[in-house]
C-alpha cells in the first residue's frame, strides 16, 4: 500500500481529524436572524427552539459558481414557517441590500467534542472563502409544506442569484454611438444596476488575487476592454455578458469564466485558472480508518462527439475545435489522432463589434477570442468521459465554488482482499487504472441527516483520445496514469489511443 500510496500522492494524505464525538451542526439565518438549529436543547445560541432542521443538503459546482440548498425543517407552532414565508423570493427587482446575503445564510459543519470536556466548532465560516469555507448565502426560491401529526414539516429551497438572471431579458443598450462605454463598465452595470441585482463585480486574476484585477488584451480595446455600445437583444444578463467576453481575452491571453460567489453574493469575472490548478491533497479508497473516504463510484464511458453548453460557455456559433470525430483516413491531426469536430460555421462580427473592429478581421479574430473563452470553460461544460463520485467525512471548507476551481485531487485506489481456498490474496496492491494524480474536481455536494454529515466530491479525468492525446496516459502527462490500448471509433484500425 505504501508504494502505492508513493507513487500517486500529491500533497498531503488526507486523514481524518481527531476528536471524540462528532456531531453534525446547522444554523439558518433569515432576514439576519439566527432562527433554526439542528438540535433544541443543544443549540449553543438558543435553547428555546420551537424547530428543528432535520436534513440538509447544499452543493455548488466548479467553474460555474451554481450553488443551491434544500432544508427539511419540522415546525412546532408555525413561527419560523412564517418567518421563512417572508423571506421567500418574490420578485427580481430587490436591491443590492435586500438580495440573498440578508435573506437566507447558513452554516453548517461538526461540533467535535474531546474526552476532557472540550467542544471545538467546525463550520463553513471559520475558513475565509479563499480557504474553501466563508459564508453561503442564497435565496429562498420555494416552500413544500406538509400538515401532519400536530406538526408543520416543509422543505425550502434556495439557490444562487443566477437562477433569476436565466429568467430576465434585458432590453436598453450600454452606451451609445456618441458615448461608448468599456467593457468592464459595461459588465459592472449589466450585474449590478439592472435586476437582479448583484452586490458587485470583480475581476478576478488567474491567481485570484484579490488586490490586483486583471487587465484586458490592448489587441481589443486596452485595458478595460473596449469600448462600443454594448447590445442586450433580450438576452439575460449572464447570456449578454459570455457574447461581449467572446470577443475578447484578458492580457495574459486567457478566456475568462462567469462565477457566482455566494461568500457575498458578488459576480466574478474569473480569468482562466487552468495554469495556476493546485492540489486539494490525496485521498486513499480502501485505506481504512486512516482515511475518510466512505466510498468511491467511478464511471467510464468515451463520447464520440461532444461540446460545450450555449449558456456558461459560449453564445451563437460553435468554435470549429468541439467534440472528436472517428479517426480514419480524413485524420488531420497525427498527433492525436482527433480530428476536431462541432460546428465549423465562421462567426460573424456583433453588431456592437461594428464600432470598434474593422470588419476585415472581424472573423478570424473573433473565432480566436471565442475559442479562448470556450477552453476556458469546456472542462466544466462539456460531457466528462471519465468520472467519478467520492464521498469522504463531511468537510465544511469544500463549500465555496470559486476556490474549487482549478483543483485537482490525488485519487489513490487500493484493490481488496478476497478469499481463494481459505487464504487472502490479491493480484495487485494498486489499481492503476483508476489511481491517478490528476482528478479534477468539478463540484461538491454536502448531505447532513439523521446524525450523519457527508460531502461527496464529483471529479474526472482527461481521456486519450478526448481530452489528451492518444499517446498519453489516462489523466495526461505527469498524472502517473496508465496508458490505454483499444480499437479505434471506426473500427477500422487495430492501434493505441
Known sequence: MLDCIKDYQTGEIITPKPGSV????VRLAVAGENILLTGNDSSPISPINRA??????????AGTGACGAKIEITDEGGVV?????HALNKTINNDPSE????????????VVSSCDGTKEMIV????????????????????????EGNLIKFIIEATDLFVNSSNTRLEKNIGTEDGTVDLKTA??????????????VDFLNAAM??????????KDGGKRGYKSVHTLDQESNISCTRKWLNQTETAGGKGCLIMYNPHDCSCVILEDPAENAKSLGTYVVNGGNNSPVISFNPTLKWFMGSNAGKGGASSGSSSGDCGIKPVGENDKDKKTGIEPAGGQTALGNPQSGKLWRDNNEATERGNETHTKNYDANKVYEVADTISAELKIFGNPHLVNPLFLTAKFISIVVINPYYVNECTWISES?????LSNKNWIVLGADHQITSGQYVTTLKVSLPAPGINVGKDEPIGGTGSNGEVVTGETWDGRHAETF
Do not use: H
Not at 22 to 25: H, L
Not at 81 to 85: A, E, G, L, N, P
Not at 99 to 110: I, P, S
Not at 124 to 147: H, P, Y
Open 22 to 25: 462528532f456531531t453534525p451542526y
Open 52 to 61: 428543528v432542521i432535520t436534513s440538509l443538503q447544499y452543493g455548488t459546482s
Open 81 to 85: 414557517y412564517r418567518k421563512i414565508f
Open 99 to 110: 438580495n440573498a446575503k440578508d435573506k437566507c445564510k447558513l452554516t453548517f459543519g461538526w
Open 124 to 147: 463553513n465560516d471559520t475558513k475565509t472563502w479563499r480557504e474553501g469555507g466563508g459564508q453561503v448565502a442564497l435565496q429562498i426560491m420555494s416552500m413544500t409544506t406538509t400538515f
Open 187 to 200: 459588465i459592472r452595470q449589466t450585474f449590478t444596476e439592472k435586476s437582479p441585482k448583484f452586490s458587485k
Open 209 to 218: 488575487d484579490e488586490k490586483k484585477e486583471f487587465d484586458f488584451t490592448n
Open 429 to 433: 496492491n494498486c489499481n492503476s487504472i
